[in-house]
Structure formats: C-alpha cells, structure tokens
C-alpha cells in the first residue's frame, strides 16, 4: 500500500511539473509522464546552474564594450586566463598578458561606434557562445582585429562567435571568430571580385535574407 501511495504521489508531481509548463500531461501514459517529468526537472537544474555563468558572461561583455574598464572586465576571470581572437592570433595568455591585452590593445582600440547585434546565444554546461553581428566605423586602429592597419575610414559589418568557457563561475578563456577576408574586403585591402569571399553581403543574408544563395558559384544550382 504504501508503495502504491508513493507511485501516485510520483506520479501526481510529475503531472503537476508538466502542467505548470504548460504540457498537457494527460495525454501520457505513467512511464512516459514520468520520463518527460525527468527530463523538464533535469532542464530545470542545468538552467539554475548555469544563470550566474549567463550572468557573468553578460557581465563580462558589458565591462568591455559599455565600461570600457579593465578591472572590471579581468574580475570576471580566472586567476589564469587566456584569449584569442583566432583570425588574426591576437589576445594573451595568464592573468598579467590577458590584462596588458585588455589595457594596451583592446578596449581603448575599440570604435565608438561599435554595435553589436545578437542572433542567437547557446548555454553548455560549462560556457557560452554568442552569435552576433559587428558593426563599426575603421577610425582607429584596431589592434585586435586589423593589427598594423591604419584606419581607412570604411564602414564594416562582420558576423561574430564567440565562445566563453568557464570554470565555475569565473571566465575561463575566450575564443572568437570571424571571417577577416571579409573584413579585409570591406575596408579595401582586397579585391572580392577576384577571389570567392564574400563582404558586407555576409550580414544582409544573415540578418535580413537579402541577396541570392550560391552567387560565388555563378548561378543557383538547380534542383
């Protein structure tokens, strides 16, 4: 008896949690009302372990791009830290080069005008990674992403990843990307006409879905 109160009373928490979900339990039968119950409860648990990571992350952009302060930024990291910005091999290792980096390269290097635009955010267990869009004016020379190029005054949207690993609740490293050809063609250092790369046109698909599939191939395929 008391076995079958304890089955009911599973069972009964595992329609409640469902229901308060907005899933309509009563179209399970037990087992699987118990398997979908284990699975929104294991969600559950991984979303509450991860938020302060979200928090964090957020944190940690908002000191670089909105504070623009680089205590601020490194007190959202590990004792020993690195990043990379993978096209071009810029960034530091361990907390005194990821620190210089911030101070010397990045943040006083960023355009005033930078924007950033989400497209999309996926949370692992132990970092995060951005899709997003960068818009800005070349006006300065920008260390980070086009070391040793004067500015050119020309405007460039690029799409960006960036991938945040953590340990514990602390920035681990930092992994970003990018298509610099792209980024290349777009300030006139080269020729797109002549090569298959792609510029601004990039942005306009992504954001927008403006312009043709497959136009670096001559033609849409046929299918």
């Not at 000191?63 to 990043?83: G, I, K, N, Q, R």
């Not at 955010?121 to 190029?149: N, S």
């Not at 405007?155 to 920035?171: D, K, L, P």
């Amino acid at each position: 008896m008391a076995a079958t109160s304890q089955g009911e009373a599973r069972t009964g928490r595992a329609r409640t949690l469902l229901e308060e979900c907005g899933i309509d339990a009563g179209r399970f039968g037990e087992a699987e009302l118990l398997a979908r119950a284990e699975q929104v409860a294991g969600a559950v648990t991984r979303y509450r372990a991860t938020s302060p990571m979200v928090e964090v992350w957020d944190r940690h952009l908002a000191s670089e791009f909105d504070a623009h302060d680089v205590d601020a930024t490194m007190d959202t990291m590990v004792d020993d830290p690195y990043l990379l910005h993978v096209p071009v091999i810029t960034g530091g290792t361990g907390r005194d080069g990821v620190r210089r980096f911030y101070a010397d390269h990045f943040i006083p290097k960023i355009p005033a005008d930078w924007q950033i635009t989400e497209i999309s955010r996926t949370v692992g267990d132990d970092q995060v990674v951005d899709e997003m869009v960068t818009t800005f004016t070349h006006d300065v020379e920008i260390d980070f992403l086009l070391p040793g190029v004067p500015p050119t005054g020309r405007r460039v949207e690029v799409a960006i990843v960036a991938i945040g690993a953590f340990r514990g609740s602390e920035v681990r490293y930092e992994h970003i990307y990018w298509d610099q050809a792209s980024v290349l063609a777009q300030i006139g250092l080269l020729d797109q006409t002549t090569l298959p790369v792609a510029g601004v046109e990039q942005v306009r698909k992504l954001l927008d879905d403006v312009g043709p599939f497959n136009a670096l191939m001559g033609a849409e395929p046929r299918g």
